[in-house]
């Protein structure tokens, strides 16, 4: 009796987890405040005392306030994840404002914990995703105006630029409360340390003083 019950929790575990897969878990309690102190290492982070968890836990300011878009691509990411939300953790959701100067852009990125809904407040965005290798490396992509609304699925290389001629600013949704950034060029070209140039170089199909150029940016 006891080794079937121990078979039957086995068995429920494994159909849980694999109906979470690729996503955050599902909150196991009401509230769970991150404790952003805390030492202990945990998927996601410790839960505080929920007895002392305050209205300013689960609160941001300040999604008003433009981001200093004065930078090399022209865009800033105010992120409101858990690390600016503690009691996002464990809900498995967060949200940003992307600022855009004119002609400035979101670079190639991808976020490894989450599908992104993102839209625009103000301007105009030009906006894409790359599928992956098993789907041609398809670029799907759309000009967005006020209003409009776009996905970018997880795990996805995209990108969002401002081809208005005014400022742009968009809000998106993340399924993650800590979604993760890959900003494809810095990863690959501005490692620390570097990638060779050897193998980048095959990998880019180009002279190795393309690739000591571009490492060079970063
Ligand atoms: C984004 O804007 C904030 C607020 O103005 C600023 O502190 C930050 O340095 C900016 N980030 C980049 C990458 O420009």
Redesign the pocket.
Known sequence: MKMSAHILLLVLLSFTSSLTYAFDPSPLQDICVADLDSHVFVNGHVCKDPKLAKANDFFFKGLDKP??TM?KVGS?V?QVTVAQIAGLNTLGISLVRIDFAPNGQNPPHTHPRATEILTVIEGTLFVGFVTSNQNNNRLISKVLHKGDVFVFPIGLIHFQVNIGHSNAVAIAGLSSQNPGVITIANAVFGSKPPISDDILAKAFQVDKKVIDHLQAQF
């Open positions: 981001g200093n930078n800033n105010t």
